[in-house]
Each structure stands twice: as structure tokens, then as C-alpha cells.
């Protein structure tokens, strides 16, 4: 297992956690972290065309790839139809930001606490209605 496939494995299940962009961040941050995997979380804006989502928060890995949970959230999972695949895709989970280049991230680095065992275990919790 590459370490792609190894974020991939330990983060994909929280996906279905009940969170915006921050939470899924700190949640990504706290697994990362306790596996030793260096990361680094940043704040900043995700614009598509015209639409901007600010503040949004993501991970940039030392390897050039991203981490992004709730892009889709935001943006949509593809755009409208007689767009080409290519620029249609919104990105998710991990991905190299080049295959998205209509989707453009600016941000700084920021510094997050690890979450308590408890605190994950709340905001990880599956509620329903």
C-alpha cells in the first residue's frame, strides 16, 4: 500500500461524518497526525468560475498532492452537462491540485490543535434523523 492509498484508507471513512470544511480538516489533521503522516492544514478561498467559498480549509501534503473532503459542498460534484470531463470534475478526498485547473485554492498555512479522543469520536458520530 502506497502512502496515497494509506490516507486514503485511514480518512475516506470520515467522509460521511457530519461536518463543513473546518471540522473535516481537524478530523484529517488529528489522523494524520497520530500516524506520523507530515501535512499541513491551510485556510484561505476555493474559486470555480464565479463562485467563492472563503474562508475554506484543506491539506497540502509535502508530496504536491491536496486533501479536500468538502469541495463538493461548495461547488457541486460536476458542472452543468456539454462541459468537458476534464473541467467538469469538482475535486474530492486526495488529488493532485493540476487535474483541477479551473479549480484554483489560495491560502496560508495554519496551525490546529489535535482533537481529543472524545471530541473525535462527537463530531465523527452518525446521527439519524
Known sequence: MN????IKHLLDPYDSSQTECDGMIRICHTVLTSEGIEHQPMMGVLIKDKQEVEPHFWIDLSSGER???RARMWLGKSDPAGISPRRARIPHGIFQPNDFPNVIYSGVPVELELLSPVLLKIMT?????
Not at 3 to 6: A, E, R, S, T
Not at 125 to 129: A, E, H, I, V, Y
Open 67 to 69: 486533501i479536500d473532503y
Open 125 to 129: 458520530l452518525s446521527f439519524n434523523n
Open 3 to 6: 502512502i496515497q492509498q494509506k
